[in-house]
Nanobody
Framework: QVQLVESGGGLVQAGGSLRLSCAAS????????MGWFRQAPGKEREFVAA????????YYADSVKGRSTISRDNAKNTVYLQMNSLKPEDTAVYYC????????????????WGQGTQVTVSS
């Protein structure tokens, strides 16, 4: 069982930056691939980024590639999403998720989810 708690969301102006954090409980965090997803009002949840258990492989949605960096610190049981050059269309609730196998683009592949953190980008 893994419990995930996101933090770091907030209100930021377009062009600004935010770093989201996701703290995981349990001693087996390093076994899990981690993903970030987001959901805007009236839209389906969409993939943002993922990272494998070691941090050696990362994956990004085209919409955030070049503007965002996913990373993890297994000693701190935490995964991060650094987002730069934020745009109003990045406004959404951001969720982190965990799965035992490799990183995946599909939300259906993840077994554990956090409660989400709101990111609002003003124009």
């Amino acid at each position: 069982q893994v419990q995930l708690v996101e933090s770091g969301g907030g209100l930021v102006q377009a062009g600004g930056s935010l770093r989201l954090s996701c703290a995981a409980s349990g001693r087996t965090f390093s076994r899990y691939a981690m993903g970030w997803f987001r959901q805007a009002p009236g839209k389906e949840r969409e993939f943002v980024a993922a990272i494998n258990w070691s941090g050696g492989s990362t994956y990004y949605a085209d919409s955030v590639k070049g503007r965002s960096t996913i990373s993890r610190d297994n000693a701190k049981n935490t995964v991060y999403l650094q987002m730069n050059s934020l745009k109003p269309e990045d406004t959404a609730v951001y969720y982190c998720a965990a799965r035992l196998e490799s990183g995946s683009y599909s939300s259906k592949d993840y077994d554990y989810w956090g409660q989400g953190t709101q990111v609002t980008v003003s124009s």
